[in-house]
């Protein structure tokens, strides 16, 4: 789709009839300039999660890309939102990955490289049982390292994944890259 809102636009693989209800998203998208740091042009989607008819689309659009997932699962942190909310449509269940030292019980850690430095995923233990179908959910795909890392533990502690879900791509940082083959549904694209 050629339309776009501040240089957002309705992501590639998305049911037309569902793309003017996307760009009234990409209208609440709040681009902030210079933050976290000078040169980085921010995407926050707060005021989309703000709007309840904005999040029900989004949480509709990609409930409807979940497929046969058994899970949804939540990437820290506003993916736990969206997850929570795609899993209730979905009528599945919902399970955070979490950043190291918030969980009680951990069934897997995985550690990833970040621009400057290391961190740390953990999956709860006992919730995902080897052979589970996840569908992943996180608020933005940047430049992949936290989607890939997520992936890789859930892979780790035996789930099927069958997608990642996302309601936006940064497609210049090209993160799709790092998640192969794993079929990406990304509502908004930058």
């Known amino acids: 789709m ?4 501040d240089g957002i636009r309705v992501g590639p693989g998305i049911d037309p009839d569902s793309a003017d209800d996307l760009l009234r998203v990409a209208e609440l998208v709040r681009s902030v300039p210079d933050y976290p740091q000078p040169g980085v042009l921010f ?4 005021p989309v999660l703000a709007d309840g008819g904005a ?4 949480t509709t ?10 899970i949804v699962i939540g ?6 939102l969206l997850g929570a909310a795609v899993a209730l449509v979905a009528g599945v269940g919902t399970v955070p990955v979490r950043k190291a030292g918030k969980l009680p019980a951990v069934a897997a850690s995985r550690t990833y490289e ?3 430095g290391t961190a740390t ?4 233990a006992g919730v995902v049982e080897p052979g589970a179908r996840v569908y992943v959910v996180d608020d933005v795909l ?6 890939a890392a997520s992936c890789a533990l859930l892979a780790d502690a035996g789930a099927e994944i069958v997608g990642f879900g996302t309601l936006m791509e940064l497609t210049a940082l090209n993160g799709r890259s790092k998640l192969g083959d794993l079929r990406v549904d990304a509502l908004l694209s930058a």
């Open 43 to 46: 995407r926050d989607i707060t």
């Open 114 to 116: 970040l621009e400057y």
């Open 55 to 58: 999040f029900a689309t989004v």
């Open 75 to 80: 990437v820290e942190a506003r993916g736990f």
């Open 142 to 147: 940047a430049t992949g390292g936290t989607a």
């Open 61 to 70: 659009e990609l409930a409807a890309h979940a497929g046969e997932a058994e």
């Open 2 to 5: 050629s339309v776009d809102v």
């Open 121 to 124: 995923l953990q999956l709860p």
